[in-house]
């Protein structure tokens, strides 16, 4: 299944979601590339989990906020999906990840880390994020 962006000038991007969980990080990658908050959401489940730093989850408009701060590097993200388990309409993905290059300062940016997420498959059979968790097993700051 192919992953295809809708770019409509003065728009919001919208990201065509998958059918294959195995493809929903390359549908993440899509919207968070495009630069829009808006087409980032579009591939969590309302009231999805995600932890932008490790021990502290953060759902809602916190959610919205935390996903701001990293398209605030101006930076892509390239994703390698490492494991696709799936049992009915739940997905484990497990997928090396990377945002690296100058930032808004000009100072190098360089994260990665190698996310356990959760992912379901709606209604429509398209797969949204459940919980993100891009930091994966890293320990919480004591």
């Known amino acids: ?3 295809e962006s809708n770019i409509v000038p003065g728009h919001a991007p ?6 294959d969980p195995g493809q929903h990080p390359a549908a993440f990658a899509e919207a968070f590339n495009s630069g829009s908050a808006a087409a980032v959401g579009q591939v969590y489940e309302p009231g999805a989990v995600f932890v932008p730093a ?3 989850p953060v759902t809602g408009d916190s959610l919205a906020e935390a996903t701001a701060d990293f398209l605030g590097l101006g930076l892509p993200i390239t994703v390698l999906p490492r494991h696709t388990y799936v049992a009915d309409d739940i997905a ?9 290059g100058p930032g808004p300062d000009g100072e190098h ?4 880390g190698t996310a356990t997420d ?9 797969w949204r994020y459940v919980i993100d968790n891009p930091f994966g097993t890293a320990h919480a700051p004591r």
């Open 1 to 3: 299944m192919s992953i």
């Open 14 to 19: 919208t990201v065509s979601l998958t059918t």
């Open 54 to 56: 490790p021990g502290r």
């Open 92 to 100: 484990l993905l497990i997928v090396d990840w990377v945002i690296d």
């Open 109 to 112: 940016v360089h994260i990665e």
């Open 118 to 126: 959760v992912a379901r498959r709606g209604a429509d059979g398209l």
